[in-house]
């Protein structure tokens, strides 16, 4: 189902106006910030003046947004449904915001390699968080515990794994479109064992404790 043009009309003119009220201001720090009279944002905002191009185009910048997510129409489609692979454990969900990123879903149970040999690297950036028990993350030679609730982000060229530590463990994994296509050149499109890079990532926690490295 499309919006008329009437409903968009007035969705984009109540998202001025929350958007203004996010940043805390008034109709008249808006105007002055847009180079626009009060009387004139004022209309805008209750449907009494047209909305020109020029002048969205401003107020998008103002408030630091896009021209395209201010005008963007409502989406009928809203629930996901994830896409599962039971041989491998797996659940996927496409990001719809952006065809390049996909996320999964995924129940570990084994350690993770720990010979930076036969891990794998590959050009993309990863994100993961821990759903519930413990993972381990390595990057090369370097480990990383993270615990429940925590996340790591990480980029992919250096040598990575990941598996859980003393216990299985669930994690959900954010892949760039480098990352993924990097699993699946190497026939490994769920990723499992392997979801890390070398130095130079980053993940939450202190040292040797969650997230943190360990000897």
Not at 90 to 117: H, Y
Not at 156 to 175: D, N, Q, R
């Amino acid at each position: 189902m499309t919006q008329s043009d009437g409903e968009l009309d007035s969705l984009v003119r109540k998202r001025i106006r929350a958007l203004r009220v996010a940043q805390g201001w008034s109709l008249e720090e808006l105007a002055t910030r847009a180079n626009v009279s009060q009387s004139t944002l004022s209309r805008i905002e209750n449907g009494q003046r047209r909305l020109a191009l020029d002048q969205l185009v401003t107020l998008a910048r103002v408030l630091d947004t896009s021209l395209d997510q201010l005008v963007e129409t409502a989406s009928d489609d809203v629930i996901i449904s994830p896409r599962i692979d039971a041989a491998h454990g797996l659940m996927r969900w496409p990001v719809k915001g952006d065809s390049g990123i996909s996320v999964m879903r995924q129940r570990m149970t084994e350690p993770p390699l720990d010979n930076p040999s036969r891990m794998r690297a590959h050009p993309g950036r990863e994100w993961l968080v821990v759903l519930s028990g413990t993972a381990t993350l390595m990057l090369g030679h370097r480990r990383f515990r993270i615990e429940t609730n925590q996340a790591a982000e990480f980029p992919t060229m250096l040598p990575h794994a990941i598996g859980a530590e003393g216990g299985p463990c669930e994690i959900l994994g954010i892949f760039d479109r480098d990352a993924r296509r990097g699993h699946q050149r190497d026939g490994d499109s769920d990723g499992s064992r392997d979801r890390g890079s070398g130095s130079g990532g980053k993940s939450v926690g202190g040292d040797c404790g969650p997230g943190g490295p360990c000897p």
